[in-house]
């Protein structure tokens, strides 16, 4: 039995030692709250059963639970530079038993810490059973599309660290990453603009139809597109030939009718 309304108490009642003031940390619970309800909908456009429903919106509310210890310690969302705030997410419900103040039973621990380990990593692990692969998914999806949604409308300093990202340039080896049709690792990113690429990446990295039909419909992507106008020749015209690839690997891929996991 999952009782998502006592985990999402449970999750206000964690962030309440956090300063919801800082702008970082209002960004997660709101980016965590919309992750739960889009992790809900794509399992349900997946007709899975209520179970697994529940399931894959308790898993969108506990996937960035490590976050706020990072913005806490570190204040940077970037890992490469602080810590895996998967494995930190890990740490704190299941080496110091939090997760018990979101869900009494212990019968979806491994389902749920499987899939908060490989939320962000470049790859999912190749041990999961089917169920684990499934939940892995789906929040892998649910994250990705409202961190898109994020990047149309936050603060590039919130983002970025940096107000203004036109001076940067896109550099070689993430270019190359880029045109393998792939997510990027982000321990290869140099600059902001590298990191603006590796979000336009993500796109290769959809598992199920649903996020993809929502950011096309949304426009998510023209959205970041516009917000940045690169000085550099070179860098702009890779951004536009990149910005055209993505639109058009997106549109390919709902046009389609496999929608199978």
């Not at 009782?3 to 999750?11: E, R, T, Y």
């Not at 499987?114 to 892995?136: V, Y």
């Amino acid at each position: 039995m999952i009782d998502i309304i006592k985990a999402k108490q449970a999750f206000k009642n964690y962030v309440k030692k956090y300063n919801s003031n800082d702008k970082k940390i209002a960004l997660k619970i709101a980016h965590i709250e919309r992750v739960a309800q889009m992790a809900k909908n794509i399992a349900k456009s997946l007709k899975l059963e209520k179970e697994d429903v529940d399931l894959a919106e308790l898993i969108g509310l506990l996937h960035d639970i490590g976050r706020f210890e990072q913005i806490k310690q570190y204040h940077t969302f970037a890992d490469k530079d602080s810590i895996n705030h998967g494995e930190l997410g890990v740490k704190i419900l299941f080496e110091e038993g939090k997760i018990r103040n979101f869900i009494a039973t212990t019968k979806y621990d491994n389902i749920i810490k499987k899939s908060i380990l490989n939320h962000n990593r470049k790859k999912i692990e190749k041990s999961l059973t089917k169920r684990e692969l499934l939940h892995a998914k789906i929040i892998r999806d649910a994250d990705k599309t409202d961190i898109l949604y994020i990047l149309t409308f936050e603060e590039m300093k919130t983002v970025y660290n940096k107000e203004d990202i036109s001076d940067e340039k896109i550099t070689d080896e993430i270019y190359k990453e880029f045109m393998q049709n792939k997510l990027i690792d982000y321990q290869k990113v140099q600059t902001c603009a590298d990191e603006n690429v590796v979000h336009f990446a993500y796109v290769f990295d959809f598992y199920f139809k649903y996020g993809l039909k929502y950011i096309y419909e949304k426009k998510y992507l023209e959205k970041i597109y516009k917000r940045v106008t690169f000085s550099d020749k070179e860098t702009m015209e890779k951004y536009n030939f990149m910005y055209e690839t993505v639109k058009k690997y997106v549109q390919d891929k709902i046009e389609k009718k496999d929608d199978q996991y």
